[in-house]
Structure formats: structure tokens, C-alpha cells
């Protein structure tokens, strides 16, 4: 049996490719960049380098699509933004063998923070107060009248990439300004959203014609940027209402295959707030694994056609960590000039606390993927712990849709007619 893997450099990645292997499939990985540690698992067979997604998301999907006519593939497995442009494919992809996933069009329509503002509130799910301006001087204008802290983010971004907290409201428009400029956003202004304080609640969920087949919900302990983004050190905790707002928003877009959320859970009231949906995994699934929710092998089942029940729930209070992840967490806190001598002081002993917890990517089984990792960031040292520190591993990770959906059109117009995911290949 052989899968075939798209795999960003990510510890998600290098789960699935080791659980896969467990599963007793032989995998082969095609990623956009040789940074990825993953490839160097021993449970790869076969490595490809592909294009990159952002920059040439056409020689990406050229390369997986190549490789699956070759024939002998039991399934196509896309591991996070890779899936929202190899969705586009779908139909030539199960030409040659299964893959699961929702349309282009689907997928695209779930992530965008904007269009969550409607599916929530269809499905009854609680979302903070978000704004949407029409331009760059309506985003202005709403600022000038705020009278509490709020969140600039991206209408379509993951791991709070061009997010910013404003708690400042004086510099509230030049911050704006900074991040339309940036991300050249003249056209899709930035959203403004309440800004809520608390911690951050995740869940991944595997479902089924908008059923709910498996889910793990935790609580992010720690996370890099510090103000909210991926989380380096993690917990399971009982979310009741996560889990139905979950529920709720899987049920109302009959939802296939992988789908993750976040919330923030207000520390006053204790209430959770959908502040992002990625329709795809998420790093929880590595976390629900040793919390007894085996979601890849459900998954697995799911894809050769088996009906799946319902899986145990998650245990509580199981642990996992992105080591190198939160050892920058650490090096963020303890070079931040706004923190006092004690301030650093205090998160340096949270830090050194040990606890019982499962690692995300070392196995003394497989050290390749590690020291490769660890090649790479002392390398990279100087540009990882910059501002722009995640941007290193963020760039060839991210899909840029508004980018591919103007190639379409630009193809579309030369050939003269209606362009579909074979004809733009």
C-alpha cells in the first residue's frame, strides 16, 4: 500500500507520515522546499521537491498530479494550505486514485474570516464583533470612533499571520495603515474585530456528511507570537461549548474530512468566541493521538471506504509540546523590552516547569527530522527571533488564493472560454 503526502515543513507533517507508516502504508512526500525536516523521517520512502505553493501554486499541483498518474497510490493525503489549491484538482486527482475533500469553492468560502461572520451566525455559533470596511478609509474612520482595544487581521490568513492587537487607540490607524501597506491589502482592507481577553481554545475534527466522527479540543498554554498564533505548549481540556459550536458549524456546511477551529474563551464570563476556521488538520491531531482520539487512523478507515463510528473522547489533561517552538516562546518573552527584569523572570520559571508531556517531532525512534530542524534554525538564528521570524517558515507553507483565483481568470481570458483545474495544467 502507498500514500502519497504533500507535506509542509510542520510537525503535523511528520505525524502523519509517521502514523502512516504505522498504518503500514509506504509514503511518499512531495514538498516546496528543502527545509522541510520531514522528509528526512524513516518513515519516508520517497521524497519529491516541488514548486513553491505561494509562488507557483500551478508547478505544485503539476508535480503531485504527475506523480499520481504513475499510478499505484492508495490515496492523496494534502497536509494543511496544500489541500485548499489541490482541492481545485479534486476531480483529475480521482482519476487516479481516492482523496477526500470539500470543493474549491467550499473551502475557500470556510476559511475566509469575513464569510465566518455569516455561516456562524446562520448556525448559531458566537462570534466577536467584527467589522468589515468597504476600503481603506472606512477602516480609518471606524478606528477613529473606538473605545476599546481590537484585532486588524487578514480576511484570509492561518497561525495569526498578519494579525495585530491594538490596545494603544491613538495609534490604532497607523498600525492599520502599516498592515494594509504590508500585505498590499488596498483592495481587501483588513477586518477590525473585538478584541477578547482570555485564552485560546482549538479543536480539530474529523466528520462525515456534517457529522462529527472524532474531535479533540485543548487549551493553547503558550503560543508564538505571544499575543495568539500557533501554540508551542498545549492541554486537552473539556469545552462543552466549543464542541457545539463545532458541531453546529459542521452540521450547517455538511462537512467531509478535516476541519479545525478557534476561540477565545472570555476570563470573565467564561464564554468561547469563534475567531477562525481552518478546514483542514490542524497540529491538535498530534495532541488528541495521546489523548486516546486516533483521527488519522479514522481517517484512513474514512478514505478505503469503511463506515466509521463515533471515537472515544479525549482524555483530559494530556500534554504536548513543539519544542524548538517554545523554546522561542522563552526568547521572544525574555528579549522583550516592555517586560520588567521580573516579568522575565516569571516567564522563564513557567518555562522550566516540568510536566508530564508528549514532544511533537523527537522520537528517539526517528532523530533525522530533529537534527535536520535543528540544522536549519541555528542557521536561520538571526531572522527567526527578528519581527519577521515566522515569515521563515510561513512562506512556502501558505496558500495565496486571491493570487491563484487571478491566474485562473488570466487563463481563462487567453483561452477564450471557461477554464477548469485540467486546462489551467
Known amino acids: ?37 520531514v522528509s528526512y523521517s524513516n518513515a519516508v520512502d ?45 476531480d483529475i486527482i480521482r482519476q487516479h486514485t481516492k482523496m477526500i475533500s470539500m470543493s474549491f469553492e467550499e473551502i475557500t468560502y470556510a476559511h475566509n474570516k469575513n464569510a465566518m461572520r455569516e455561516y456562524a451566525k446562520a448556525a448559531g455559533v458566537r462570534t466577536p464583533h467584527t467589522e468589515a470596511p468597504d476600503s481603506v478609509q472606512d477602516g480609518f474612520k471606524l478606528l477613529e470612533e ?85 501554540s ?35 476570563e470573565a464570563t467564561g464564554q468561547v468566541f469563534l475567531i477562525d476556521c481552518n478546514p483542514r488538520i490542524a497540529p ?50 525574555l528579549t522583550d523590552k516592555t517586560l520588567s527584569g521580573k516579568e522575565k523572570w516569571a516567564c522563564f520559571r513557567t518555562w522550566a516547569k516540568r510536566e508530564p508531556t508528549h514532544l511533537d517531532i523527537e522520537s528517539i525512534r526517528d532523530i533525522k527530522p530533529w537534527f535536520a530542524l535543528w540544522a536549519f534554525l541555528l542557521r536561520n538564528v538571526g531572522r527567526l527571533l527578528s519581527p519577521e521570524g515566522g515569515e521563515v517558515f510561513l512562506e512556502h507553507f501558505l496558500f495565496n488564493e486571491a493570487e491563484f483565483r487571478k491566474e485562473v481568470v488570466h487563463v481563462e481570458a487567453l483561452r477564450g472560454g471557461l477554464v477548469s483545474g485540467k486546462e489551467l495544467l
Open 46 to 90: 520517497k521524497r519529491i521537491l516541488a514548486s513553491s505553493l505561494r509562488y507557483n501554486p500551478q508547478g505544485f499541483a503539476q508535480a503531485v498530479i504527475e506523480e499520481l498518474k504513475k499510478g499505484g497510490y492508495s490515496f492523496y493525503f494534502p497536509v494543511l494550505e496544500c489541500g485548499f489549491l489541490m482541492s481545485y484538482y479534486r
Open 146 to 230: 473606538l473605545h476599546s482595544p481590537v484585532v486588524v487581521k487578514l480576511r484570509v490568513a492561518c497561525n495569526a499571520h498578519g494579525q495585530k492587537i491594538v490596545t494603544e487607540l491613538d495609534s490604532a490607524a497607523w498600525e492599520y495603515a502599516q498592515i494594509v501597506k504590508k500585505y498590499q491589502l488596498e483592495e481587501e482592507p483588513p477586518l477590525i474585530q473585538q478584541y477578547i481577553k482570555g485564552s485560546l481554545i482549538s479543536t480539530v475534527n474529523l466528520a462525515v456528511n456534517g457529522e462529527v466522527k472524532g474531535n479533540v479540543a485543548f487549551r493553547a498554554l503558550r503560543t508564538v507570537p505571544t499575543s495568539g498564533g500557533t
Open 232 to 266: 508551542t505548549y498545549r492541554i486537552t481540556v473539556d469545552s462543552p461549548e466549543a464542541e457545539l459550536f463545532d458541531a453546529r458549524i459542521i452540521k450547517h456546511l455538511n462537512w467531509t474530512g478535516f476541519i479545525s477551529f478557534d476561540y477565545m474563551e472570555d
Open 284 to 333: 491538535g491531531v498530534i495532541l488528541g493521538y495521546y489523548a486516546g482520539v486516533d483521527l488519522i487512523g479514522a481517517f484512513v478507515d474514512l478514505i478505503n471506504g469503511k463506515e466509521i463510528e463515533r471515537l472515544p473522547r479525549q482524555k483530559i489533561g494530556v500534554r504536548s509540546k513543539l519544542h524548538f517552538l517554545d523554546l522561542g516562546w522563552l526568547l521572544y518573552n
Open 1 to 37: 500500500m502507498k500514500a502519497l503526502v504533500t507535506t509542509p515543513a510542520s510537525p503535523t507533517s511528520l505525524f502523519v507520515v509517521r502514523r502512516l507508516k504505522e498504518l503500514g502504508y509506504r509514503v511518499t512526500v512531495i514538498d516546496s522546499h528543502s527545509r522541510s525536516f
